[in-house]
């Protein structure tokens, strides 16, 4: 079979020739084609590569989001609705009791948590002000001595084989997220999980150069300092801990288990390596004064999506109480159903320095690898740059309480 690439539409390959260029033998079948291989023309992985020769309807010829989200909802049939708001609704298929069978994409217990975060955002509504000078937004931000195009990052998703209906290779899955986010200007970040080699992640950024920051779970100091040596020799841009994974579901064999840590350990984490260290799961302003006493380069207000604690507060409701302990000492980062640009600029505008997206680019992934993960950033990007023109942004530092409302009607 022949394919282009959908990209520069100049290379194509034949599957029957192979690449000789790139090192493919003859014979190689595109889904053969190593994740870290390159377009000889213009530089994209193979997920851009398009069947040439395919009777394509008139329908399949247009991949854009919808596109992927239709691919992902048949890939995830009987885990994920691909809802038209992912919002941790207790009618979608999802959320509710599992009995302590897999979450899939939903939430722990009931998926209060993962609602709470939607309805603690849509709380706020947006202050609409068009008369000022036309100034282009700003969107750029310096972060662990990078500048990234857009204050957005792909949140660390991890666990193809108990969320994602084991719907592709779990490498092939960081591959999408961390060369999607690469190819939008901004970091892609990866998890770890259980039913995966613990360092599959750090592994596959390794590959991408270091480009991509890897989230591990609080296992044993031990164990999480190895992991720490591994992620600085690899060159990767930060490390992450997730302390919210002390009550993950998965983590729970004698091999494979997940603590709370203290000050002391934060500490020895921090010190252990040269690299930014970013810890997650910080949901009180008491626990954000520790992540900066700890020396840490980055404090992530998170519930992890709602997967761990059920029935707790929505990230929203938290975020401004942290940021005015620690707002301009320490970088923010803060997730929970972002799902659009006017979500990233409301998140901003609560207190974080950098928005963060899960589920939607877990469907993209693997509906469509880099491509659709790029084309969801895009989308959300194209939405922040419309949503700070309309509110008066100039720049992000622009993006304060003061372009906010909260909505009595909820
Ligand atoms: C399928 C799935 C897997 C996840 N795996 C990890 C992980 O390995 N490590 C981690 O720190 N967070 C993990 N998360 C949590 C996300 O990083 C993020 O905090 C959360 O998804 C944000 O909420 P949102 O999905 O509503 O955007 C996972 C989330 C999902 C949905």
Known sequence: MK??????KMFQYDEDKGDKETGLLPGTKVENIPHSWKCPVCGVSKSYLEPLDKKISKEETIKDLTYYR?????????????????????????????????????????????????????????????????????????????TLDIPIMGAALSGVKSSLKDAIPENDFYWGLLKGAQSSGTIGMVGNTPTSPEDLGVKVIGENLGWGIPFFKPQSQEKLIRLFKMAENLDVVAIGVDLGGAGSTFWVTPEKRVYRKSENELQELVDCTKKPVIFKGIMNPQDALKVLDSGASACYVSNHGGRVLDCGQGVAEVLPEISKEISGKIPILADGTVRTGFDVLKVLALGADVALIGRPLARMSIAGGEK??????????????????LTGCNTLQDAKMNILDKAQFH
Request: hydrophobic share 35%.
């Open 3 to 8: 394919y282009l690439c959908s990209n520069c």
């Open 372 to 389: 659709a993960v790029k084309m969801y950033f895009d989308y959300v990007k194209d939405d922040l740059r419309r949503a700070m023109i």
């Open 70 to 146: 239709d691919i992902s909802r048949e890939m995830l049939t009987g885990f994920c609705g691909v809802y038209p708001v992912c919002d941790g609704d207790p009618d979608h298929i999802c959320t509710g009791q599992k009995y302590g069978a897999p979450i899939g994409l939903g939430g722990a217990g009931q998926a209060k948590t993962f609602e709470a975060n939607y309805k603690a955002l849509q709380q706020y509504r947006l202050k609409m002000r068009v008369i000022k000078a036309h100034h282009e937004p700003e969107m750029s931000v310096s972060i662990f001595n990078k």
